[in-house]
């Protein structure tokens, strides 16, 4: 099971730092992404990271605002969001896929529960 945890509410401006961890397994050898949807929204691809680290493509709306990292050696990918926007307000899930370059939603075929981000205006 995959568990995202550091969502919160927070002014716009703000920060957060979303983290990513499974229970019972490792996925240093997977792609992780992170994901998110609005009410009344599709999920959206926000960042993912491959196991080297070295594809780490971004949505456009988060670019130079959000960076993905891993710690393998913890298990654990995060999600540093910086100069939070209302429209950043989502739930954010994270997943696990086997290809190198994810940013489509149907290459991930494990996903964890959400963990609510809110920015207030």
């Known amino acids: 099971q995959l568990q995202a945890s550091g969502g919160g509410l927070v002014q716009t401006g703000g920060s957060l730092r979303l983290s990513c961890a499974p229970s019972?397994?490792?996925?240093?050898?997977?792609?992780i992404g992170w994901f998110r949807q609005a009410p009344g929204k599709e999920r959206e691809f926000v960042a993912s990271?491959?196991?080297?680290?070295?594809?780490?493509p971004y949505a456009e709306s988060v670019k130079g605002r959000f960076t993905i990292a891993r710690d393998n050696a913890k298990n654990t990918v995060y999600l540093q969001m910086n100069s939070l926007k209302p429209e950043d307000t989502a739930i954010y899930y994270c997943?696990?896929?086997?290809?190198?370059?994810?940013?489509?939603?149907?290459?991930?075929?494990?996903w964890g529960q959400g963990t609510q981000v809110t920015v207030s205006s």
């Open positions: 990271i491959d196991r080297t680290r070295s594809n780490t």
């Open positions: 019972g397994r490792t996925f240093s050898r997977y792609t």
């Open positions: 997943a696990v896929s086997p290809n190198a370059w994810a940013t489509r939603r149907v290459e991930y075929d494990f």
